[in-house]
């Protein structure tokens, strides 16, 4: 269930509480005249089943609401009442299969924007790989992809192209491009350092390195795995899911490819900075492709339910 917050100026309460009540899967309205401050009008609460949600955040937007008023949604983890699972029954599909948009969209806006915190976790990310790829060392390069937050910005380019949000696209885009290439500079630049102290060298870049060899050798396997975790991934998003992110964050070879191809780099190994930048290009347009098409299927799927139902 979601509990929702509305602030309605009082000319248009009533079209707001008929849309409510004409809603299947809502229930628990309560309406508070008069006693909204900021801005100046009545407070309606409700709770509406998921699988109803998007159905009333774009009836309350093509009301206006979200620019004369406000629309607050949060989720709920417990409701003990009949009235909620009367309501939740009612609803058409499961709440599990359910998208909602606005919610998918401004979460993706928020993981997407090229911030300091979000330099700082990929560059650290980056330069946790460095380590472990120089030392051959599979623990650091788990860990690494776990810390990475380039998900965020790859979901964002795959909801614009299903919702056609130029702004979120170019905002992922930016996010993507300048935090891997800070990531990879600061990177390069840390590698030539460990060097001068004599923790990293060429010979153990160049070495057999059985753990993690794979980086700068893409093939078909790493393609698929990425369309799987781009598919899970995004599944997790939509669905609320978000433990199985880190699964996903694991399983794709972006952040070691990037470091990889960093510290080749600073050593001249042009063979290894080309792998790996093959590895990362093929990782990241797998995840883009699995979580477009994730989503298209997602939004067609539940279309055509809504669309059996209505016509039951």
């Known amino acids: 269930m979601l509990h929702l917050r509305l602030i309605t100026p009082s000319e248009k309460t009533d079209d707001v509480i008929r849309l409510i009540g004409n809603t299947v899967g809502t229930t628990h309205l309560v309406v508070l005249p008069g006693t909204a401050r900021n801005p100046v009008g009545d407070v309606v609460l409700c709770d509406v089943a998921r699988e109803a949600g998007d159905e009333l955040l774009t009836g309350l937007q093509e009301l206006g609401l979200d620019?004369?008023?406000?629309?607050?949604?949060?989720?709920?983890?417990?409701?003990?009442?009949?009235?909620?699972?009367?309501?939740?029954?009612?609803?058409?599909?499961?709440?599990?299969?359910?998208?909602?948009?606005?919610?998918?969209?401004?979460?993706?806006?928020?993981?997407?924007?090229?911030?300091?915190?979000?330099?700082?976790?990929?560059?650290?990310?980056t330069m946790i790989a460095a380590c472990g790829v120089v030392l051959d060392n599979a623990v650091l390069i788990v860990g690494a992809m776990a810390v990475g937050p380039e998900f965020g910005p790859l979901a964002g380019i795959c909801t614009a192209i299903v919702q056609r949000a130029p702004r979120l696209a170019v905002r992922s885009l930016i996010a993507l491009l300048a935090g891997f290439a800070v990531a990879m500079a600061v990177t390069a630049g840390f590698s030539l350092?460990?060097?001068?102290?004599?923790?990293?060298?060429?010979?153990?870049?160049?070495?057999?390195?059985?753990?993690?060899?794979?980086?700068?050798?893409?093939?078909?396997?790493?393609?698929?795995?990425?369309?799987?975790?781009?598919?899970?991934?995004?599944?997790?998003?939509?669905?609320?899911?978000?433990?199985?992110?880190?699964?996903?964050?694991?399983?794709?070879?972006?952040?070691?490819?990037?470091?990889?191809?960093?510290?080749?780099?600073?050593?001249?190994?042009?063979?290894?900075?080309?792998?790996s930048t093959e590895q990362l290009l093929l990782n990241l347009l797998g995840i883009v492709l699995a979580g477009t098409l994730t989503l298209l299927t997602q939004k067609w799927l539940w279309a055509k339910q809504r669309g059996r139902v209505g016509a039951g």
């Open 193 to 275: 350092f460990m060097d001068a102290v004599g923790l990293f060298t060429k010979e153990q870049l160049e070495a057999d390195r059985p753990n993690t060899g794979f980086i700068y050798a893409p093939d078909w396997f790493s393609f698929v795995v990425a369309v799987l975790a781009g598919a899970a991934g995004t599944l997790s998003l939509t669905s609320a899911k978000s433990g199985a992110l880190v699964g996903v964050a694991i399983s794709v070879t972006t952040v070691p490819a990037a470091a990889n191809a960093a510290v080749a780099l600073s050593y001249g190994d042009t063979e290894q900075t080309w792998g």
């Open 67 to 125: 620019r004369t008023g406000s629309i607050a949604v949060e989720n709920i983890d417990l409701s003990l009442s009949r009235r909620a699972d009367k309501a939740e029954a009612e609803a058409p599909g499961e709440g599990a299969d359910a998208v909602l948009w606005e919610h998918l969209t401004d979460a993706t806006h928020e993981e997407s924007t090229l911030s300091v915190t979000y330099l700082m976790f990929i560059t650290l990310a």
